[in-house]
């Protein structure tokens, strides 16, 4: 049954709005991620490029599984840019598939079955993704088809960020990652400095679980705590809050464990949701060109 109250939004809707939000979030310059001014672990091309055809499928997720958006997403990407951010796109999947089908996305999570399992499973192995996630989604396909893809996400939920989110109805994204978006949007002259601010608002009030997987769980809350002294200090708003970000990000650079990897899809999640609402020009009007010595924010 759909949801009385929503109404499906376009194919080719969904599509713009996925390639907004995932451009211009892989385009962010947030500290401790990869941004077109410093690559990570991975070229910045590549993760735009990844973009188009995670697009593409996004755009079909109201006529097939999750899983199998999830996957398709995956090996498509893989097959154009090398990189794929399985990810990311399960955060998409979920939120177009609502969209597309005039759901809610907690009916849409309700309904995620055993079936769903093994494409989920096999975009991560993809990608060399061997978490927590990745090991319950394992236990779940050898447990017979009374166990579902939500099983498997409310066991992780602790653990994992998008677990957490698929349990959760999106929590984080849309109690913290979205309003902080809007208001950041209100405040910005770019929206580059609106996402910036936002993944901020995501690491201080959540402390990043890759980063507690990767260094421990008194790592993760100092990060946290920077992120808050940052933001204290005027985020993207002021002189000394850019001074901060730019420390923030040499910081965590140094230190791999300490990249909060976990924090950048919400805020991805909650840009998607964002041009749903308002259109994909909501976003994208706010282009800026970067200027020279600030890294653009």
């Known amino acids: 049954m759909r949801n009385p109250s929503a109404r499906s939004v376009p194919e080719g809707l969904v599509a713009a709005c996925a390639a907004t939000a995932l451009t211009l979030v892989y385009s962010a310059p947030t500290p401790g991620a990869g941004s077109r001014y410093l ?28 899983g199998e958006t999830v996957l398709e997403a995956t090996l498509s990407s893989l097959a154009l840019a090398g990189f794929a951010d ?14 597309l089908r005039g759901e809610t996305s907690a009916r849409v999570l309700a309904g995620l079955g055993h079936e769903d399992i093994a494409p989920f499973a096999r975009a991560l192995e993809a990608t060399g993704d061997e978490g927590s996630l990745t090991g319950a989604l394992r236990v779940a396909l050898g447990a017979g088809k009374d166990a579902t893809l939500r099983d498997a996400m409310r066991f992780s939920a602790s653990r994992d960020a998008l677990a957490r989110e698929y349990a959760r109805d999106f929590e984080v994204t849309r109690e913290l990652a979205r309003p902080a978006l809007l208001n950041a949007l209100s405040r910005a002259d770019s929206v580059r400095g609106a996402l910036v601010q936002t993944y901020l608002e995501v690491l201080s009030e959540v402390p990043d679980l890759d980063v507690a997987g990767r260094a421990g769980h008194d790592e993760a809350e100092d990060v946290s705590r920077m992120a808050r002294g940052v933001l204290k200090a005027g985020g993207v708003h002021s002189r000394r809050g850019l001074e901060g970000i730019a420390n923030l990000d040499g910081l965590l650079r140094a230190d791999p464990r300490l990249s909060p990897t976990a924090s950048e899809n919400p805020v991805a999640a909650a840009a998607f949701l964002v041009a749903l ?3 994909p020009e909501a976003l994208s009007h706010r282009l800026r060109p970067a200027t020279g010595g600030n890294r653009g924010r």
């Open 39 to 66: 690559d990570g672990r991975v070229p910045h091309e590549a993760r735009v490029l990844s973009a188009v055809p995670a697009r593409d499928a996004l755009a079909g997720a109201g006529g097939r599984g999750t």
């Open 86 to 99: 399985p990810r990311a796109a399960a955060y998409l999947a979920v939120l177009a598939r609502a969209a």
């Open 277 to 279: 609402e308002y259109g």
